[in-house]
């Protein structure tokens, strides 16, 4: 069993930046992937970005590819996700998730996770 808490979320303007911090307990996360989601109001919970635990190999998605970087501590057991150049579309909840097993490919759905944090608000104004 994993243990995810999120913290970093909050109130920003349009231009500025957010690092939000996944911070795990409960087991080694050697072989995880580990992802952060977010979701708006009315919207389904989609993808941002994704790293190996073990090697570091980050995926992202289109919409903040060059603007979002994930990255993490391995002795901090903790995932980050830094946020620049935000915009209010990039308003949301996010999520961190933890998926137990490696994948060869880019895990971008919702079921291929097995562990959630409660999520984090994050809101940007114009």
């Known amino acids: 069993q994993v243990q995810l808490v999120e913290s970093g979320g909050g109130l920003v303007q349009a231009g500025g930046s957010l690092r939000l911090s996944c911070a795990a307990s409960?087991?080694?996360?050697?072989?995880?992937?580990m992802g952060w989601f977010r979701q708006a109001p009315g919207k389904e919970r989609e993808l941002v970005a994704h790293?190996?635990?073990?090697?570091?190999?980050?995926f992202y998605a289109n919409s903040v590819k060059g603007r979002f970087t994930c990255s993490r501590d391995n002795a901090k057991n903790t995932v980050y996700l830094q946020m620049n150049s935000l915009t209010p579309e990039d308003t949301a909840v996010y999520f961190c998730?933890?998926?137990?097993?490696?994948?060869?490919?880019?895990?971008?759905?919702?079921?291929?996770?097995?562990?959630w944090g409660q999520g984090t608000q994050v809101t940007v104004s114009s």
């Open positions: 409960g087991r080694t996360l050697s072989g995880y992937v």
């Open positions: 998730a933890a998926r137990p097993r490696p994948s060869i490919s880019p895990v971008t759905t919702v079921a291929g996770y097995d562990y």
């Open positions: 790293i190996t635990w073990s090697g570091g190999t980050t």
